[in-house]
């Protein structure tokens, strides 16, 4: 359930409806402006040409207009707002009804802990529990978990479980931990001014949420009498705990109402209103309710008849049934007066956002974008946010229903790097929104910063400048890195690259096509492993067929050998996998890629490199990554030296006129080669994201650590047929899947003709020196390694070059980082430094 705030006042609804039709040029904010300056920087921009789009913006923002282009120079490269970091780690981001407090959630069990910020006023108040409501008196109740012997064992037992890899146990046991910690839970009550906390006796009540009343510090629990099992009801809670819900059954997501009505969830398919004077109850069949901010009307989603239909309750309790559709309806939301209503409806395969007044006239449609419009709610009366995207990359946009202008809402302010976003909170009002998003990219780590964006503050024209000439510097060091890491192979690349064939990348993924659904349990995969094999053999390889068992199934990863010419010893693995989803023919998850690998295959074919290469087709990536696993096992039982390893999956998506794709990698040195091979070779526009888990790059960083690159969607999952029946040929760019081709061929010859990175670098200082020592490389043709010291991010103090594997340095300062690189005989470096502190 969620509850929307807007600006108090607004212009009127007709009006602003009216206004809904975008002129071309106000469509999108940052877009062309008619300027021949401005527009030739925008249009290099959307070429991908960033260092001659960035020298255009460089050059207007140091001319005497410069205020003119600040905010279409703002919003082309990133942020229009100004947006400050609260927490590096966060979630379950909220506001105190006022919006002078802002609260996110860290941790779990016993860790799990409510942070409470001041807005302006600066500090973090830090609350040993969860759950945290503000009463509007600037005291916060929240749920602290008392802790016992039982829940220490259960804890325990939950990680024996994972440790033994007993995934039965550890869900049996995180159950026992749930349920302890749910029976340990008591409320606890904070003054934020002095710092005071005290006990809130709920007698034999188990706490799951507080709720308000506008204008009454009374806390209302949603809770259940211990040991009553799910029979959860509201309790007024002054003095002894008094029950308030009259509906049967029990109760969910609460929130109060105008007119002292209470709404409550009963099931997951319906919901009560609730009359707290005379106890008087109007029970909906429905989902998804979501109040207006002034707390007068209810919008929600129900079924009937095959159709979906968003019913409108207002003050009076009368029920109207505004949005009447044969497809899906969702997300409903109100303005703060309830006299209007956006809404996701899907009128193909992609959710589109609606709006329309309360009354169903006047129905306009928002967005036409391709990949699938969410989770709308207003800001104020004449502003939508809303996101874009699947769940693991979303994006925040500003839509202007005055103008119909979008604008993109958070951004990391770089090129290349890519921010999901999960969390959206508006304050009341409106004037900021908490974002929890991966600034930095890092899918990885577990931590994601929460962010506050201010509405009010726009950034400033030196802020802008600085970081134009910021990303300027950035993309031109980027190619001048691609340079250096090619140098010497150009011209190689360059022919390999041009045999790629887009008709030849078309011809697979048509005949794969034909195969339907290629799911380890459909016939389609036998006749992929059969095709795969064949195609491979034309092309002169002997394919070996990996025969495994699985969920029931005989199936077959398909992997082409190429051996390597200098040290065949060494190994490096390029995959995609093959399968796709049971219910669909998967043309892009994954076709897209096995057609790229296919072609690449064939292209190297001809051309043995240094090192061997393994072309991996895997099977069972969406059974749960079987294929990859044993590919993986088998590795590591027959000793392998897979030193890099390159997996591409759900690569043809096109979104718009721009062929760009994602470098998903956990091995920076592998990522900067292929920003490099795109740029250098391709047409290709790659962004990047430190992401692998869930892919079948996770099974090589399992077993041989950070080795791992490749290429996926941009934007990440992006793609609205994802997993769907409707991941049909016709939806996927052939051309951009032999973009993606060239790209892993040039960054396949890259790798296997350089040293690999040095591993176990270790440093034994004494003092102010340090003798530093590291494995030696597996390559043959290693002539020396070079050893670097210096400041982490930035350029070497010091270097020496080394013919063994021990290098002393005499004056290694405190906190400084040691890079090793090796170099063979034809004076190629590694393609990453090893590294240590």
């Known amino acids: ?32 402006v008619g300027h021949p300056d401005f527009d030739a920087a925008y249009f290099a921009w959307q070429a991908g040409d960033y260092a001659d789009a960035l020298t255009g913006m460089d050059r207007l923002l140091s001319g005497p207009d410069a205020h003119r282009w600040l905010e279409p120079a703002a919003v082309l490269t990133g942020e229009l707002y100004h947006t400050q970091e609260l927490a590096v780690d966060g979630r379950r981001a909220g506001w105190s009804p006022d919006g002078r407090f802002a609260a996110w959630e860290t941790g779990a069990g016993a860790e799990r802990r409510t942070h409470v910020a001041r807005i302006g006023e600066g500090g973090v108040t830090v609350l040993n529990g969860h759950s945290a409501a503000f009463d509007g008196a600037g005291r916060v109740y929240y749920i602290a978990v008392g802790e016992s012997r039982a829940l220490d064992e259960a804890r325990e037992a939950v990680t024996a479980a994972l440790e033994s890899g007993d995934n039965q146990a550890a869900f049996q046991a995180r159950t026992r931990v749930s349920q302890l910690e749910s029976a340990a839970a008591r409320l606890r009550l904070r003054d934020l001014a002095s710092g005071s906390e005290s006990h809130v006796d709920l007698g034999p009540i188990i706490p799951q949420a507080v709720v308000f009343r506008a204008g009454d510090a009374t806390p209302y629990v949603l809770g259940a009498p211990a040991g009553a099992g799910n029979t959860n009801d509201i309790y007024r809670i002054a003095g002894a705990p008094q029950k308030v819900t009259a509906a049967e059954g029990p109760k969910g997501d609460a929130v109060f109402l105008a007119g002292d009505r209470l709404l409550y969830v009963i099931d997951r398919q319906s919901f009560a209103i609730q009359e707290l004077a005379s106890g008087n109850v109007s029970t909906h069949r429905g989902i998804q309710p979501s109040v207006s901010a002034d707390g007068g009307s209810i919008a929600f989603v129900r079924q009937e008849d095959g159709e979906s239909i968003i019913t409108v309750v207002g003050r009076n309790g009368v029920a109207r049934d505004v949005v009447r559709r044969g497809g899906p309806l969702a997300n409903p939301a109100l303005s703060r007066d309830g006299a209007r209503l956006v809404y996701q409806a899907m009128p193909r395969e992609d959710w589109e956002l609606f709006v329309t007044d309360a009354d169903g006239t006047n129905e ?18 004449d502003r939508v946010l809303a996101v874009i995207g699947e769940a693991r990359h979303r994006r925040s946009y500003l839509y202007d229903l005055r103008t119909g202008s979008r604008t993109r809402l958070f951004h990391n302010n770089t090129v290349r790097t890519v921010a999901p976003e999960y969390e959206w909170a508006v304050s009341p009002y409106g004037a900021r929104v908490l974002i929890v998003a991966e600034r930095d990219g890092d899918t990885v780590s577990p931590e994601r910063g929460v962010y506050m964006m201010d509405l009010n503050r726009r950034v400033e024209s030196d802020e802008v400048h600085a970081r134009v000439r910021t990303q300027l510097a950035s993309e031109r060091a980027l190619l001048e890195r691609g340079r250096e890491l090619f140098a010497g192979i150009e011209q190689t690349v360059a022919d390999a690259v041009g045999d790629v064939s887009t008709a030849r990348v078309y011809g697979y993924s048509y005949d794969l096509y034909q195969f339907d659904s290629k799911h380890i349990t459909q016939p389609g995969n036998a006749k992929a492993i059969e095709y795969l094999s064949a195609r491979l053999r034309e092309f002169g390889y002997d394919p070996q067929l990996q025969w495994f068992e699985a969920r029931g199934a005989r199936t077959a990863n398909v992997i082409a050998v190429l051996p390597g010419t200098v040290q065949p ?13 049971e219910r669909g023919p998967g043309a892009d998850d994954n076709t897209s890629g096995t057609a790229a690998l296919l072609e690449a295959a064939r292209v190297l074919s001809t051309r043995p490199q240094p090192a061997t290469i393994h072309f991996a087709f895997f099977t069972g990536e969406e059974s749960g990554l079987l294929g990859s696993r044993e590919y993986v096992r088998r590795a590591v039982e027959n000793g392998d030296i897979l030193v890099g390893a390159l997996n591409n999956d759900m690569i043809g998506f096109a979104n718009d006129q721009r062929l760009d794709n994602t470098i998903r990698y956990s091995n920076a040195g592998i990522r900067d080669i292929q920003h490099g091979a795109a740029m250098l070779f391709t047409d290709l526009i790659t962004y990047d994201a430190k992401y692998y888990k869930s892919t079948d790059a996770h099974a090589y960083y399992e077993a041989y650590g950070d080795i791992v690159g490749g290429i996926g969607s941009y934007p990440i999952l992006g793609n609205p047929h994802y997993h769907q029946t409707h991941d049909q040929l016709e939806t996927v760019n052939h051309q951009l899947i032999a973009e993606v081709s060239k790209t892993t061929v040039a960054t396949l010859m890259q790798l296997a003709s350089t040293p690999s990175r040095v591993n176990n670098v270790t440093i034994a200082r004494s003092g102010r020196s340090g003798r530093v020592s590291w494995d030696a490389l597996p390559e043959t043709d290693v002539a020396a390694y070079i050893v670097e010291w210096g400041p982490a991010d930035g350029a070497g103090r010091g270097s020496v070059r080394v013919t063994g594997t021990v290098a002393d340095i005499a004056d290694l300062r405190a906190g400084e980082e040691v890079r090793v690189s090796g170099v063979n005989r034809r004076g190629a470096r590694s393609w990453d430094w090893g590294r240590a502190f």
């Open 1 to 32: 359930m969620t509850q929307m705030y807007a600006f108090p006042t607004r212009a009127a609804a007709a009006a602003a409806i009216a206004l809904l039709v975008p002129s071309p040029s106000s469509a999108q904010a940052g877009g062309p």
């Open 364 to 381: 306009v449609r928002l967005t036409r974008e391709i990949q699938h419009d969410l989770l709308p709610r207003f800001i104020d009366d």
């Open 569 to 581: 010893d060494v190994l490096y693995t390029v995959s995609s996998h093959f399968d796709s989803v």
